[in-house]
């Protein structure tokens, strides 16, 4: 029941989530006007904005002049649940789960705005990164130390591998956007679990990347952008970082 509620209060933030992503990279306000068809810009009713039902009834169509909707809306609004429901799931309703979902829902918006444009924005990440520092004090897993530590070597980390790399091979790899979502992530979590993140995140971005060379053929040329790998990294680390990090220190003892 309890991540049934958690599930369903997710899905009507991910509503707002849309908004977010729809809205940041032009440049307008996530608030004020209330949802409209881009279309033919008729305000948007509550009965016909309730998560992922509308969707279902309306037939991805706009109701007023038969528009077609993006299936992004409904999945983010159904990502989001389903995140929430982790979240509590693994802490409960508690400030630390806010704390986290705060974080998930940035990276959320971040990365789908980075599949989409092929750009980070830079505000949101520095005012989310800003809130995490903040707050951090004041959530019992976290302190304002490990916060500050986390920030810098999460930026630091990632310059250190773009630099790298261009000095190696005279190529970008990862752009200067991927050092502000470290940062976010590393002021939220921690500077240990900077290191389990980019882990996560390299591993899943390899076997997408293979798997992509498989569908599309080797000799295809695309980019793909490493933000959504770096919150899909994170938000593992959110959920099994602890386990991960004492069952990997307990092997460590076996071999001292
Ligand atoms: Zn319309």
């Known amino acids: 029941m309890e991540y049934l509620m958690a599930f369903i209060f997710g899905t009507i933030v991910g509503s707002f989530l849309n908004v977010c992503i729809y809205r940041i990279p032009m440049g307008e306000s996530v608030i004020y006007p209330f949802s409209h068809c881009p279309k033919c810009g008729e305000k948007i009713k509550w009965y016909d904005n309730i998560p992922i039902i509308s969707y279902l009834i309306l037939r991805g169509k706009c109701r007023n002049c038969g528009e077609k909707i993006s299936v992004q809306y409904p999945l983010i609004e159904l990502l989001t649940g389903i995140l929430t429901a982790g979240v509590i799931w693994k802490y409960g309703i508690s400030l630390v789960s806010l704390y986290f979902l705060i974080l998930a829902c940035v990276l959320i918006v971040v990365s789908m705005i980075d599949l989409k444009t092929m750009l980070v924005p830079i505000k949101l990440c520095y005012f989310a990164m800003v809130a995490g520092i903040l707050l951090s004090p004041f959530i019992s897993i976290s302190s304002f130390k490990d916060s500050i530590l986390g920030a810098s070597f999460g930026a630091g980390i990632i310059l250190f591998i773009i630099e790298t790399y261009y000095i190696f091979t005279g190529k970008e790899g990862m752009g200067y956007g ?11 979590l921690g500077w240990e679990k900077v290191l389990l993140t980019i882990f996560f995140a390299s591993l899943i971005g390899s076997v997408v990347g293979v798997a992509l060379m498989v569908l ?21 680390t959110i959920l099994f970082g602890n386990e991960i990090i004492n069952w990997y220190l307990g092997k460590l003892g076996w071999c001292f």
């Open 178 to 188: 991927d050092a502000n979502i470290m940062a976010l992530i590393g002021a939220f």
């Open 216 to 236: 599309k053929g080797k000799n295809t040329k695309f980019a793909l952008p490493f933000g959504p790998f770096l919150s899909a990294g994170a938000y593992i």
